[in-house]
């Protein structure tokens, strides 16, 4: 017998109650019948139409007809309970058909990863029925560029260093100031960057924008730990460049920082040769050219040969296009630091006269890239499943 409203007699908070707790398991049991957008039609019509329905009969009947002492008690059960009761069962099951319209769609199409999104949806919109087939939930795969970085971690953790992090959003001071370019300094403009809005107030050294480098976390390391220390820092970074298929404006790098006495240029060819190999294979020949930065000197960028071409330059007749056809590709840059970089944590045992140090940062997704045989970084941030299954 389908549900129809009762006039009240008893007002008692028992009674009603009772009634509701009848009207709310009509309503569910209505729900659970309705399979199609028409049903829900029906149903959506007499639970809540504007005539006639259950919904208006509730009002007619409990509200309106309640005597004066129970008007108050009535009128709190219609209005917080049931009528919120009507318009979530009616909101729960629409969301419900209209789940079960997309996992029919996804089975008709026969995508595997659709199905199994509209058959969770619908689980969760529904109560479980165990008849159906289990979901299947595809274990994910390392990201190539979280793979990439833990390869260059851990060769790095395998000759004693340890891992350090710092923000992504940084200050003024940390990513430029205690990094020796001075304020105003032409260099600053080489490392296009991302300023937080609104910092203008401040001052120079205390307003923020998003790291151009893992560098700044070489003063944060320094200002914790006293020296010897030997750190490498992977992290995200930030620059105003367009996306292409070689520029993202968010990229990861990996820093190294290396501080004990008497640390020479040879302690850095060496560690950077040896993991090179460690990287590429033992037949990586490594190649150091004089750079500039403000926080090195002096400074290099690192050169290993091609690993697609092996340093040839060409691919069988063709040329090689990662290399540029020259059989190098610049895989980093590096240097002694600088003793004005020193000056800034000298009170905290880096007094320039005592100790010497290297650092290097290099690009991950770059390197990922040149492994992988990418032709296009933008692959790596869009999410594209189909992409990334690849690296599983
Ligand atoms: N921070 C530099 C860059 O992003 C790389 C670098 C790190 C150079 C450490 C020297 C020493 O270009």
Redesign the pocket.
């Known amino acids: 017998m389908a549900y129809t409203v009762p006039k009240l007699t008893d007002y008692s908070a028992a009674a009603l109650e009772k009634k509701a707790s009848q009207l709310l398991s009509a309503l569910k049991d209505e729900s659970t019948a309705v399979k199609t957008e028409s049903d829900y039609e029906a149903f959506r019509v007499r639970w809540a139409g504007r005539k006639d329905s259950v919904r208006t009969q509730v009002n007619e009947l409990w509200l309106k007809a309640a005597p004066k002492e129970a008007k108050r008690a009535a009128g709190q059960l219609v209005n917080e309970v049931i009528l919120p009761g009507i318009d979530g069962e009616l909101r729960d099951r629409h969301d419900h058909i209209n789940n079960l319209a997309v996992l029919k769609k996804a089975r008709a199409e026969g995508i595997d990863a659709e199905i199994d999104a509209a058959r969770r949806a619908l689980e969760l919109s529904d109560s479980v029925d165990i008849t159906l087939p289990g979901i299947r939930r595809p274990i994910g795969a390392e990201h190539p560029i979280i793979k990439t970085r833990n390869e260059i971690v851990s060769v790095f953790e395998r000759l004693g260093y340890s891992v350090a992090e710092g923000p992504v959003v940084e200050t003024d001071y940390y990513n430029f100031e205690a990094l020796n370019f001075p304020p105003n300094h032409p260099a600053r403009d080489t ?1 296009d960057t991302l300023f937080i809005a609104g910092q203008q107030s401040k001052p120079q050294r205390e307003r923020l924008l998003l790291r ?4 700044p976390v ?1 003063i944060r390391t320094m200002e914790k730990m006293r020296p010897p220390i030997r750190i490498v820092i992977p992290g995200k ?1 930030h620059r105003n460049d367009p996306p292409d298929a070689s520029h993202s404006p968010m990229f990861h ?1 990996i ?2 920082l290396a501080v004990d006495t008497n640390i020479t240029f040879g302690d850095l060819k060496g560690t950077l040769d040896h993991a090179m190999k460690a990287l590429f294979g033992s037949n990586v020949k490594t190649h150091f050219r004089p750079s500039f ?1 403000p ?2 000197e002096p ?1 290099a960028e690192l050169y290993v040969t091609c690993f697609i071409c092996g340093g040839s330059g060409k691919r069988g007749p063709d040329p090689c296009r990662p290399c540029k056809q020259t059989g190098w590709i610049e895989v ?4 002694m630091v600088d003793p004005n970089v020193f000056e800034f944590v000298k009170d905290n045992g880096y007094d320039p006269k005592q100790v010497s140090g290297f ?3 290099m690009g991950v997704d770059r390197l990922a890239l040149l492994k992988y045989g990418v032709d296009d970084i933008q692959l790596f941030f869009q999410g594209d499943v189909r992409f990334l299954q690849q690296f599983g």
């Open positions: 490392q151009t480098h893992t560098s070489q970074v790098q820093e190294g930065f926080f090195t400074s980093l840059g590096c240097g650092a290097f940062g």
